[in-house]
C-alpha cells in the first residue's frame, strides 16, 4: 500500500486497520513493512521499520484493528513530512487483503486511503495493480 504524509510535520502511525480474510479459519502472523519508494512508486531499498501482528482471521471479510502497542517498532518510526512510502504485508498463511466494498468500514471511510496496490515479493521484484483497491486506514 503506498500513502503519502503531508505537512512539514513528521508522522508516526497509531494504528492500521484493514479488512481480511482466510480460506480456513484460524490464526495468523501478519507482517507490515515499512520502504521507502521509486519513482514508479515501488518499495525500494532496506526495510525501514517492521512490525508482526498476530489475528485470529475468519472465512469472511472483517475488519482488523492493530494498535500502537501491536505495532511496536513501526509505530515508533517517525515518518517525514511531504513523503511517500510504502506498507507492504505479509502473512505466515494464505489470506486475503479484502477489497474495501464488501463490507463498511467500522469508523466511516475517512483516513483510508487507495493511492496504489503493490503485489509481488522484495526478492522477485514489485509490481503494481491498480484495478485492485484494498482498504487500508492509518
Known amino acids: 500500500h503506498v500513502f503519502d504524509t503531508a505537512g512539514t510535520s513528521t508522522w508516526e502511525l497509531t494504528g492500521i486497520r484493514l479488512a481480511l480474510r482466510a480460506a480456513t479459519a484460524g490464526a495468523a502472523t501478519v507482517t507490515f513493512s515499512l520502504y521507502t519508494v521509486d ?3 515501488l518499495p525500494t531499498g532496506a526495510v525501514l521499520s517492521t512490525a508482526s501482528v498476530s489475528a485470529t482471521l475468519t472465512t469472511t471479510s472483517a475488519y482488523y484493528y492493530f494498535n500502537e502497542a501491536a505495532l511496536g ?5 517517525s515518518l517525514s513530512a511531504s513523503t511517500r512510502y510504502a506498507l507492504t504485508l505479509a502473512a505466515s498463511r494464505s489470506i486475503t487483503w479484502a477489497q ?3 463490507i463498511t468500514p467500522p469508523t466511516g471511510y475517512n483516513g483510508f486511503s487507495y493511492v496504489t496496490y503493490v503485489g509481488g515479493a522484495s ?7 491498480n484495478s485492485t483497491r484494498p482498504s487500508m486506514q492509518l
Do not use: F, I
Open 73 to 77: 517498532e513501526l509505530a515508533n518510526y
Open 123 to 129: 526478492g522477485a521484484g514489485w509490481t503494481t495493480a
Open 100 to 102: 474495501y466494498s464488501p
Open 39 to 41: 519513482a514508479d512508486n
